[in-house]
């Protein structure tokens, strides 16, 4: 059993930068794929980003490559997702989700997932 907690969301200026944290309870936390993903009102949730279990494998959706970066620390069972030159169509709720083995690119693959943090970016 996972709990996932986000934390690090707000309101921030387009061309601006957020920094998003997962904190992971469980000594297992090193043997789960992460992921993180966003869902904006009236649309169905979408990944975002991706990370294996040693952050040796990574994956960006297309609209996010090049400004935002997912990285692990397994010693402190927290993943994060850092986003700069936010866009107003970044707004979103992002969630972390994991599940064991290898990473995968649909919601409904994860297992465990957070609150989500609300993230609002102005134009």
């Known amino acids: 059993q996972v709990q996932l907690v986000e934390s690090g969301g707000g309101l921030v200026q387009a061309g601006g930068s957020l920094r998003l944290s997962c904190a992971a309870s469980?000594?297992?936390?090193?043997?789960?794929?992460m992921g993180w993903f966003r869902q904006a009102p009236g649309k169905e949730r979408e990944i975002v980003a991706t990370?294996?279990?040693?952050?040796?494998?990574?994956f960006y959706t297309d609209s996010v490559k090049g400004r935002f970066t997912i990285s692990r620390d397994n010693a402190e069972n927290t993943v994060y997702l850092q986003m700069n030159s936010l866009k107003p169509e970044d707004t979103a709720v992002y969630y972390c989700?994991?599940?064991?083995?290898?990473?995968?690119?649909?919601?409904?693959?994860?297992?465990?997932w957070g609150q989500g943090t609300q993230v609002t970016v102005s134009s």
């Open positions: 989700a994991a599940r064991r083995g290898i990473v995968k690119s649909t919601a409904n693959e994860y297992d465990y």
């Open positions: 469980g000594r297992t936390f090193s043997t789960y794929a």
């Open positions: 990370i294996n279990w040693s952050g040796s494998n990574t």
